[in-house]
């Protein structure tokens, strides 16, 4: 079951780190993405890392601002977010996807198998 949390309020411009973990399970063979969605909207894809923690993808909105990566020892997979905007509050969401090949990543919902239970972020202006 994956666990994403580190979601909060805070002001345009500030950051906030997720961070996305499995409870029972390891995060090693899966490819993991961060997704995130408003109420009334499809999920959007925010960023994607592959197994091998180098291979990485951003939405444009996400690029230059957020940063993903995956701490190995902690079995753990960050979503670093800089530089906040109005735009950026929604429920976030981590999603696992098992694949073979570590340098694959995915960018569109349904390639994920699991999902977190997603950790709101907020901004105010």
């Known amino acids: 079951q994956l666990q994403a949390s580190g979601g909060g309020l805070v002001q345009a411009g500030d950051s906030l780190r997720l961070s996305c973990a499995a409870s029972?399970?390891?995060?090693?063979?899966?490819?993991i993405g961060w997704f995130r969605q408003v109420p009334g909207k499809e999920r959007d894809f925010v960023a994607t890392?592959?197994?091998?923690?180098?291979?990485?993808d951003y939405a444009d909105s996400a690029k230059g601002r957020f940063t993903i990566s995956r701490d190995k020892t902690k079995d753990t997979v960050y979503l670093n977010m800089n530089l906040l905007k109005p735009d950026d509050p929604a429920v976030y969401y981590c999603?696992?996807?098992?694949?073979?090949?570590?340098?694959?990543?995915?960018?569109?919902?349904?390639?994920?198998?699991?999902w977190g239970q997603g950790t709101q972020v907020t901004v105010s202006s």
């Open positions: 890392i592959g197994r091998n923690g180098i291979n990485k």
């Open positions: 029972g399970g390891t995060l090693r063979s899966y490819v």
């Open positions: 999603a696992a996807a098992w694949r073979t090949h570590s340098n694959i990543v995915l960018t569109i919902p349904g390639s994920y198998n699991y």
